[in-house]
């Protein structure tokens, strides 16, 4: 390869630098009104994390239980930020995205399930949250499934409330989760909102 070819070649690599490796997970920060979210999907494109939790601590939870490639790529987050944005405005009552809570436990699995099913305005209490899995007398351990959620807002532990309807805790915080309530009660079904995408 003569002088020429050469510096061609390298003006051709600065103009078109190769791509960043696609990575096994992708994450993204999200800035929202309810707060700093952090939002990761997997290398098939489901959501693997939404969650209140700084940065580092979600992206070293995902290396651990779902691939040691995390990379922090925003474009391929771009759907699930715009959902967000959505709901948040209240134009969305719910996600149409692929999830995965391969990062909880299989007890927190079995309650996310049963949490997914509770409605768009709805709210339920953490006992009759465990009374649907089976198990009544586990309502503690339900709430420390709840607090471990790493899809909050997808999968709405907002919506699961102390037995005397007091809030209970949140990870993004009780002002959050009053403002998700709010905004769910503000938009019941029923009124002129389409339905979820």
């Known amino acids: 390869m003569n002088r020429f070819d050469t510096a061609l070649a390298r003006l051709d690599a600065t103009l078109h630098p190769p791509a960043l490796p696609a990575s096994d997970v992708a ?5 929202t009104s309810l707060g700093r979210l952090v ?3 997997d290398a098939a494109g ?3 994390a939404c969650s209140y939790d700084p940065e580092a601590q979600v ?3 995902l290396a651990r239980t779902v691939s040691p490639r995390v990379l922090r790529q925003p474009a391929r987050l771009d759907d699930v930020r715009r959902q967000i944005d959505e ?4 134009t969305r009552r719910g996600f149409d995205l ?3 809570a391969v990062s909880a436990t299989p007890f927190a699995r079995t309650v996310l399930a049963a949490l997914a099913r509770v409605p768009y ?11 649907a899995i089976g198990a009544p007398r586990a309502s503690r351990a339900v709430g420390n499934a709840l607090g471990a959620n790493p899809l909050v807002i997808v999968v709405p532990c907002h919506r699961v409330l102390r037995g005397d309807g007091s809030l209970g805790g949140y990870a993004g915080g009780l002002p959050a989760k009053r403002a998700l309530l709010a905004l769910e009660a ?3 079904p029923g009124d002129a909102l389409a339905a979820p995408r």
């Open 27 to 31: 994450y993204a920060l999200h800035d």
């Open 46 to 48: 489901s959501l693997v």
């Open 87 to 90: 709901y948040v405005a209240g």
């Open 59 to 61: 992206a070293e939870r």
């Open 186 to 188: 503000a938009h019941l």
């Open 39 to 41: 939002v990761a999907v």
């Open 98 to 100: 692929a999830t995965s």
């Open 121 to 131: 305005g709805a709210t339920t209490t953490y006992h009759a949250l465990a009374t």
